[in-house]
């Protein structure tokens, strides 16, 4: 496990339900880190949760909101940040998540991001319709975004731990070259 000498921070990118909040969480507790889970943060400052500001704002007003949650996740060095599946879309976003700590991109299957999200309904951008349809083209479009990640960890079939343990090795190896 790293020693957090070097402990930069981390980032967390990826789909609704890669695990982007467990794994956080998980390695947090291992990092002897902050967590900072954007949404919730969202959420504290809005005193309502994501699905009640897309219903009552729009998703152009959350962006906004998430833009300015980054930015404040980010203002203390050291965190382990979740994401929301959107944040890492806007190439702004993108550019201060990379500058702040590695990206990781917890990669996820149409397939399992739908068994795992059956019967959510947190989740504004999947709810109703045909939510097999709407899963596959937007992670389809997101794909080129995510893949700008430095890591990406395949989450198909592993536990919050297994997904944990591949991070803390690749933060081990990258520690380790700059040593
Ligand atoms: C979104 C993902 C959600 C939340 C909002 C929009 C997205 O976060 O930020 O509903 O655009 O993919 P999770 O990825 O944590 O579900």
């Known amino acids: ?4 000498r070097a402990f930069r921070g981390l980032v967390l990118v990826g789909f609704m339900g890669s695990g982007k909040s467990t794994v ?3 390695l947090a507790l291992r990092l002897h880190a902050e967590f900072v889970d954007v949404d919730e943060r969202i959420e504290r400052a809005a005193g309502r ?10 998703e152009p007003a959350f962006r906004v909101r998430e833009k ?3 930015r404040e996740a980010l203002s203390v060095p050291g965190r382990v940040v979740a994401t929301g599946g ?3 879309m806007d190439a702004g976003n993108r550019e ?3 500058a702040y700590a590695p990206v990781v991109y917890l990669e ?3 397939e399992e991001v739908l068994s795992r999200l059956s019967g959510d309904s947190d989740r504004p951008l999947i709810r109703g319709g045909d939510r097999e349809r709407v899963v596959r083209e937007l992670l389809a479009r997101r794909l080129p975004g995510y893949r700008e990640a430095a890591w990406a960890v395949p989450t198909d079939g592993r536990t919050v731990s297994e997904v944990a343990d591949r991070i803390a090795e690749l933060l081990t190896t990258a520690e380790e070259r700059q040593k």
Request: charged share 20%; glycine share 14%.
């Open 49 to 58: 949760a994501v699905r009640e500001i897309f219903a009552s704002e729009g």
């Open 24 to 26: 956080g969480k998980e």
């Open 96 to 98: 201060l998540l990379k």
């Open 1 to 4: 496990m790293t020693t957090g």
């Open 68 to 70: 300015a949650a980054l």
């Open 86 to 88: 959107g944040a890492f």
């Open 108 to 110: 996820t299957s149409p």
